[in-house]
């Protein structure tokens, strides 16, 4: 689906237009996108530009360039004209008095380049849109994204809104789990273990779909890896019970923890100083994650047939659930309006899932409770 329209970003477009209208000509005959120029003249009004100049900053510059990320090659970066819409571009408006940038895009480290890059991304992909007869894939990925259109300077907003919402899905969680579960049971301690992991894991996504570099990146990586890893270290400890108080059961989950945490860091320290290989850490993720929710459905099958009380299906339905979210990054598409892609749907697809779980762990604490009860 491809209804975005073939213009090109309105912020974007201000941004070149700002210097002076000889050089915004000069940009976009360069390409061949003087067609443009009359309707750019109309619309391209947008807030939120200051009149502040834009000036040499050294710290500011060695701040990016030490966050800047070494992105593998798409077939956008590679097109000539997208190579010389960022070289004329940079030339034009990259000097001592050019066009000033908002102090939004400046607080999130946007810099003349970075500017450049992206006005270039939608020169080129809203000029292949255009173009008649039509390109079999008009829109292309740059630097291993789609180009989205920016808001407040955060690359890929919708992504950024579906992790707050898991982000808050996990802080609702555990607030009602800490109301309903009290303290003195052994299994609480690991379930709120697991929101902290949630939590922390949500936060560097939005901070990574807001701004991507390096370290960004990796904090989005690292913190997605932890999760994963801390919900199979979660599943052995509650469908095996390795929270009671027993000789046997401590040992085991001492040792339990100790492989869990040395297979994380060796995790990381590959992906940090031997290679950051994005086709490993994909594989690896989705490994832990199918041992997980093995661990889980087979649980759930069996206690559901034990009990015949629904609540005991709730983990493989969430499984499965889980499970067809996954397929849409498998199924990758470019963006509906420049906005929402199958990445950003795959976080809204998650947010149900972890208010289910929770519901899930708070039932499955009050039952087991209940149960001990009765013995005694």
Known sequence: MQSRRATTAPDAQSYIRSANSRQYVSFVNCLGLGKYRSE???????????????????????????????ASASLGDRLPDFKECVKTCT???????????????RLLLWDCPSECDYTCQHVVTDTRLAREPPYRQPILQFHGKWPFYRFL???????????????????????????KVPASYPLRKFYLGFGYFGLASWLFSCVFH????????????????????????LSVVRVFRLDKDTPK?????????????VLYTAHVCYLSFWRFDYTYNMAANVAVGIVQNLIWSWFSISRYQKTKRMWAAWPGLIVAWVILAMSLELFDFPPWWGAIDAHSLWHLMTV??????????????QEDMQGHRLKA
């Open 249 to 261: 059961r401590s040992s085991v989950l001492r040792a339990w923890i100790l492989l869990c945490a």
């Open 352 to 365: 149900f899932p972890t208010l289910w779980w929770y519901s899930f762990l708070i039932k499955d604490a």
């Open 153 to 179: 300077g955060m690359q890929e907003p919708f992504s950024v809104i579906f992790s707050l919402l898991n982000f808050l899905a996990h802080d609702h969680g555990m607030k009602v789990l800490r109301e």
């Open 40 to 70: 750019s003249q109309e619309t391209l009004k947008h807030p939120g530009y200051t009149n502040m100049q834009l000036r040499s900053n050294a710290l500011r510059a060695a701040v990016v360039a030490a966050l800047a990320i070494t």
């Open 91 to 105: 030339a034009t408006n990259c000097v001592p008095g050019g066009p000033s940038i908002s102090l939004q895009h």
């Open 210 to 233: 807001t701004r991507d570099f390096a370290i960004t990146e990796k904090l989005d990586y690292f913190g997605a890896g932890a999760s994963v890893m801390y919900g199979l270290f």
